[in-house]
């Protein structure tokens, strides 16, 4: 009897004491979030790009001035307290050029990978998941799309889609070129954009799908009589949206990168829609004489693409601690 | 492995052949035509000369037939519409090897820098060093490369007056530094960040504390073990850089007026010249579909656990 009690107290202590070894059990999210608030940079980025984001937003407000607004007594000034970052060939506010051209630039980028998404992870989780015929069907088209040379392959969607979208008829087609026309020429781009990057992602969700497919959360899904839908959509899906989450962040910056680009060479956006492409393009053509013309707009372009870098490096390693500093 | 191979070259046929008719109906679909760039619009019995002339009267799929049949037959990619009398196939020819130049020496570049960055950073990691060699690949990612030349020129040919603007004089010339830079900044920020995640992991492995426990000294663990290994995966990352460098480089060949096929890409699908965006379609298609079959090939001869059937 008395040992028995002993063995009993003793019992008591060793779960007491594993009790308090265990660390603080935390939420997933919240662990997540701790590992993400420790990086620095990262963390930098994101405040960077949620003021960046407001600004652009609000930009009627935040703006000193509309983006066309023409001040002819104020021509190529250099910075200034009056124009911050100067005034452009046509005495406009570069700043506010460059905040109107900020949403232009996150729209874009947003918007594509809206696209990217919507293309790229139902058609990984079918290929992945159905395997057999369906998956080289689909995986034959993906590797004949890759073989073509991807900036050609938008330029010439994009002339495609901007030449239809503006002779097309009908109620939604009709919408469309509105907003394509409002937008001045947008629309087109990011179609284009996300038609071609939808690729990339689709085989980052089809290399998940075919590890995540085979656990046995899926089986024990399926076991209790999950329709395939089922399966795919409520257990498969948001245990690829990581690395999901993670393409998305990287590919804003590259597709940033691609509009202010395709702006320069004058199939992006058109003027009078600012854009820091095209605002870059009007800078390299006077850069000589006036340099803040092209430093105001690459410097704002560079500064938002590395933010986006490490935001992304952040989400990264926040969602798989495995992958810190690489 | 011969199979593989035979079939991997097999179907580049199908692929290339789904790329031009892709391409092809595009372009067509589009609405205008490649007479309206003109300045100003042209007498329609002007338009029906040169329709009939170029054969654009004939219905769609007999100029689809003619078109596919001459290059089939003769590599024919026909006469530019809108630079009379050049021969496409010609252009190329003259022009490609600029394009590929420079995207050969930007990717040299890239491969220098990007490895040395990358094994400074990984020496010791976390450390200021590391941080420092990080902050420079993540600038090279931020950087647009039309960004980067624009400021190179500024700095180097306006201010300093160490280079030459612009301009092409051969493969040899100083006009090269430039582009070059420009174009090789991207991947080597990326390579960068290759070498030192995979010189990290390599590290970690057993043959490594069996070299080390051989009695190896590090540097010699380190040049003979760990870096051929990390540098497999780095192969492809050089692989795929090279190509999107060579296509992407019409950016800077714009700004720095580099006479090779980017430029002439660019002009020619705002002109609608078909000839000339098919077969440089066609031309940047074949050179990705023949790198991505070299880097999986590499791979294999690299890391003999790879194997494919």
């Known amino acids: 009897m008395e040992n028995q009690q002993k ?302 870098n490490y935001l992304g490096d952040g989400i990264r390693e926040a969602l798989d601690p495995s992958m810190r500093g690489k | 492995m011969t199979g593989y191979v035979v079939r991997r070259v097999l179907l580049i046929i199908p692929t290339l052949l789904a790329v031009f008719t892709i391409t092809f109906f595009l372009m067509h679909a589009t609405p205008g035509s490649p007479w309206d760039e003109t300045g100003r619009p042209l007498p329609i019995n002007v338009v029906e000369t040169l329709n009939e002339k170029y054969g654009l009267d004939k219905p769609i799929w007999e100029q689809y037939g003619i078109f596919l049949w001459g290059i089939v037959t003769q590599g024919d990619l026909g006469e530019s519409y809108i630079r009379q009398g050049q021969n496409v196939r010609d252009v190329l020819i003259d022009r490609f090897p600029v394009s590929l130049q420079l995207g050969l020496y930007a990717m040299g570049f890239a491969l220098i820098f990007g490895i040395i960055l990358g094994v400074i950073g990984s020496i010791k990691p976390n450390s200021l060093l590391d941080n420092f060699t990080t902050f420079l690949s993540v600038i090279g990612i931020s950087t647009p490369n039309y960004v980067a030349a624009t400021l190179m020129v500024i700095l180097f040919a306006v201010w300093l007056n160490w280079l030459p603007t612009g301009g092409w004089d051969g493969a040899l010339s100083n006009r090269v530094i430039i582009p070059v830079i420009a174009l090789g900044l991207g991947p080597m920020a990326i390579i960068a960040r290759y070498t030192r995640s995979s010189v990290l992991e390599s590290l970690s492995q057993e043959y490594v504390r069996t070299a080390r426990s051989k009695g190896l000294s590090e540097r010699r663990v380190f040049i003979s073990h760990v870096l051929p290994n990390a540098l497999i995966s780095v192969i492809t990352v050089a692989g795929i850089g090279l190509v999107d460098v060579v296509t992407g480089s019409f950016f800077v060949e714009s700004i720095l007026n580099i006479p090779g096929i980017g430029r002439y890409f660019v002009t020619s699908v705002t002109a609608r010249d078909y000839p000339v965006i098919i077969g440089t379609t066609l031309l940047y298609a074949t050179l990705v579909i023949i790198m991505n079959l070299v880097i999986d090939l590499a791979y294999t001869v690299l890391d003999p656990r790879i194997r494919y059937n």
């Not at chain 1, 104020?74 to 700043?95: K, Y």
């Not at chain 1, 990984?124 to 034959?140: A, E, K, N, T």
């Not at chain 1, 889609?161 to 907003?179: D, F, K, N």
């Open chain 1, 7 to 308: 063995i009993l107290t003793s019992h008591k202590e060793t779960v007491i004491s594993i009790e308090e070894s265990l660390p603080i059990y935390r939420s997933q999210s919240k662990q997540m979030l701790r590992r993400f608030a420790k990086n620095r940079a990262s963390v930098i980025s994101a405040i960077f790009i949620f003021l960046l984001a407001i600004t652009a937003i609000f930009a009627p407000l935040t703006a000193p001035s509309g983006y066309d607004e023409v001040d002819f007594a104020a021509i190529t000034q250099p910075p200034s307290a009056e124009h911050l970052f100067g005034t452009d060939a046509l005495g406009r506010d570069v700043l506010s050029r460059l905040i109107y051209g900020a949403r232009v630039s996150l729209m874009v980028s947003i918007m594509a990978q809206l696209v990217i998404v919507l293309i790229g992870v139902p058609v990984g989780i079918i290929s992945g998941y159905s395997g057999g015929w369906v998956d080289i069907v689909i995986q034959r088209i993906v590797d004949t799309l890759y073989a073509f040379p991807s900036l050609l392959f938008i330029i010439i969607v994009m002339t495609y889609l901007q030449g239809t979208l503006q002779e097309s008829e009908g109620v939604i087609a009709t919408a469309l070129s509105a907003l394509n026309e409002s937008t001045g020429g947008l629309l087109g781009v990011l179609i284009a954009l996300g038609l071609v990057f939808w690729l990339t992602v689709s085989r980052i969700v089809r290399g998940e799908v075919l590890s995540i497919k085979e656990k046995e959360f899926v089986l024990a899904a399926r076991a209790i009589g999950g329709t395939h839908r089922h399966l795919m959509f409520r257990h498969i899906l948001p245990n690829v949206m990581a690395p999901v989450l993670v393409a998305v962040t990287f590919g804003i910056p590259n597709v940033i990168m691609l509009e202010a680009g395709l702006s320069y060479l004058g199939l992006g956006t058109r003027p009078p829609v600012p854009s820091w492409g095209l605002m870059i393009a009007e800078g390299v053509r006077n850069f000589r004489s006036f340099p803040h013309l092209l430093i105001a707009p690459g410097l704002t372009l560079s500064l938002t693409l590395l933010a986006f």
